[in-house]
């Protein structure tokens, strides 16, 4: 289900509306470039939000973007502890609801 070759399809959805599409690719450049924080950090916090909301194709696209940035084995391992840990936390919190 989860291929890269399916993001070819993405043609169809900005030929079916263009305009909106391309307002989405914009401002995710936007968001994405360098700024107050640098490229590999925006890439590193991609990807962990990547982990939580467990996107397989933003999962692949931001951790080698990451990795073009610079990221190491280190910092990948620690986004995914704390893509971990913010889960993990966020079903501690949500527990309490059952009481």
């Known amino acids: 289900m989860y291929d890269m070759k399916n993001l070819e399809k993405l043609k169809t959805l900005e ?3 263009p305009g909106a599409t391309k307002a989405f690719w914009a401002f995710d450049k936007a968001a994405m470039a360098a700024g107050a ?6 890439e590193l916090m991609a990807v962990a939000v990547a982990m939580t ?3 397989p194709y933003c999962i692949q696209i931001h951790s ?9 084995d280190q910092e990948m391992a ?3 502890i704390i893509a971990a840990a913010l889960r993990a ?3 501690m919190t949500h527990g309490t609801h059952a009481f």
């Open 15 to 17: 030929a079916n509306a």
């Open 89 to 91: 936390g966020a079903a």
């Open 78 to 80: 620690e986004v995914v």
């Open 53 to 55: 909301t467990q996107c």
């Open 64 to 72: 080698g973007k990451a990795r073009e940035a610079g990221a190491t």
């Open 37 to 42: 924080i640098p490229v590999k950090y925006k």
